[in-house]
């Protein structure tokens, strides 16, 4: 029996050790490809040997952490439902003993960890940290703004702690949830963090109907169009006038006037810019131009009408049945069955849903006039900026599997701290979420399609908006 028992130990190690080695594996390649992204926008101009220069390294280090903790978020549910499937297809193969139940469960976990780890204290503190200077009178130095930042840090906490109590005492105000006020880890921040992930879905809800609409705009101004009615060499012949006139204008103007100068530079760069897209439109051969874009915009058409057919299937489950609820349906567990009625082939589509979702779903958040400005420009955004950005991208991440269960997309139960946000078992909020997400996307598609069908027969048929219009 001891010996049973030693062997069971060392399994139970043995099994241990390899999660947290693949853990620690995934993590790191996320973290070096977050490096990248972030060091390609962040301005050089920020890379001195000072003082300031180790405050923006550290607050490097720690975007560049968080923005691998969103890219985790973003890859989580669509590992889950592959590994539920590779399980479900190969149970006793011995090279994929290490995809198990287990880890699933570990990553869930620690995605929720680092999530409530970054947005509640590495963020906030490379923020304070990189805005700090010292406290008056005290010796400026790197101790000095840590001190300035970790008052700050417990100023906003206990802030934040004061809000949250207050409204959960305005909520619901009985013995037994004013005594749970008083615990901070089993109350406060699950239920601080639920009302972040409600906050992301909301984010979501407003971002992804427009994202969805915006991808078909992105995708046209990526790929080369083709040429209907449309004469490229006249086109590029007057732009070429337009580009010479204006720089005969920068030539003979006085640099004393400093205004004028900036507008016709201004005017040069756009000029060039259609010129380079003209001229890629020339190069571009025949079947780049007639085949892939069409095929790409139906590929984008076909995704989004599925996604809305989903969720109003999603609707009616709701209406009649209990179970299509994102709290509290116990599922099958992993590798013992599939979660999509088509197997295989419907566990891949989740994950392209999944994905593009995700992708339109940034889009939208940068087509939004609100957050224009957060926009990162190559080589040239502030660490400030890159925090604001790996902010949002977290919210966005962190509530991408649960806006995934609510409207219906996959079927894969929500693990961990994902699935106990007391929002999800409430009936109306869930079917109010999808009924809006339903109706907010057909609306952003009929306006987007409208819009570009007027536009292009106007163009087609040489009518300017501006210019002589049919009468009726």
Not at 129 to 152: C, D, N, P, Q, Y
Not at 241 to 268: D, F, H, P
Not at 329 to 337: F, L, V
């Amino acid at each position: 029996m001891e010996a049973d028992e030693v062997s069971i130990r060392e399994q139970n190690f043995h099994s241990q050790v390899r999660e947290y080695t693949i853990c620690f594996l995934l993590f790191a390649v996320l973290y070096i490809v977050s490096y990248f992204i972030i060091t390609r926008y962040k301005r050089k101009a920020d890379e001195q040997e000072d003082e300031d220069a180790i405050v923006n390294r550290i607050s490097l280090f720690l975007s560049t952490f968080t923005l691998a903790v969103s890219a985790g978020a973003v890859l989580l549910l669509p590992f889950s439902i592959i590994s539920n499937e590779i399980l479900l297809s190969f149970p006793q193969n011995y090279y994929i003993q290490w995809l198990n139940g287990s880890l699933i469960h570990g990553l869930w976990n620690l995605a929720s960890l680092f999530s409530n780890l970054c947005l509640f204290v590495l963020m906030p503190f490379a923020f304070f940290f990189l805005e700090s200077e010292g406290f008056a009178g005290l010796k400026k130095g790197i101790r000095a703004r840590i001190l300035e930042t970790l008052v700050m840090l417990i100023l906003l906490a206990l802030l934040i702690l004061g809000i949250v109590w207050v409204a959960s005492a305005l909520i619901d105000n009985d013995a037994a949830s004013m005594e749970s006020l008083y615990d901070l880890w089993e109350f406060y921040l699950p239920y601080l963090y639920s009302c972040i992930s409600l906050m992301g879905c909301l984010l979501l809800l407003l971002c992804t109907p427009v994202g969805l609409s915006r991808m078909f705009t992105v995708m046209g101004q990526l790929l080369v169009k083709p040429t209907i009615l449309e004469d490229l060499d006249e086109q590029m012949y007057i732009i070429t006038l337009e580009e010479e006139a204006i720089q005969r204008k920068l030539n003979g103007i006085s640099s004393t006037l400093e205004n004028q100068t900036v507008e016709l530079e201004r005017e040069l760069e756009k000029v060039k810019c259609k010129k380079t897209n003209l001229e890629r439109r020339k190069k571009a051969s025949a079947w780049e131009r007639n085949l892939v874009y069409p095929a790409v915009m139906i590929l984008l058409l076909i995704e989004t009408s599925i996604s809305v057919l989903l969720v109003a299937f999603n609707i009616l489950y709701l209406l009649v049945d209990e179970t299509a609820m994102p709290k509290g349906s116990g599922g099958p567990g992993i590798g013992n069955a599939s979660l999509s009625t088509f197997g295989f082939v419907g566990a891949a589509l989740e994950i392209i849903l999944i994905f593009y979702l995700m992708v339109s779903s940034v889009v939208g958040f940068y087509s939004l006039r609100f957050f224009e400005n957060f926009i990162p420009r190559k080589d040239d955004t502030t660490m400030t900026k890159i925090i604001g950005n790996c902010v949002s991208i977290l919210v966005l991440s962190s509530a991408l599997p649960v806006m995934s269960r609510t409207l219906g997309i996959t079927r894969f139960d929500l693990l961990g701290d994902f699935g106990r946000f007391n929002w999800l078992g409430n009936f109306y909020i869930v079917l109010s979420y999808n009924l809006l997400f339903a109706i907010m996307t057909t609306l952003c598609l009929v306006r987007k399609f409208t819009s570009a069908v007027r536009e292009e027969l106007l163009k087609a048929l040489g009518i300017c908006k501006s210019g002589h219009t049919k009468k009726d």
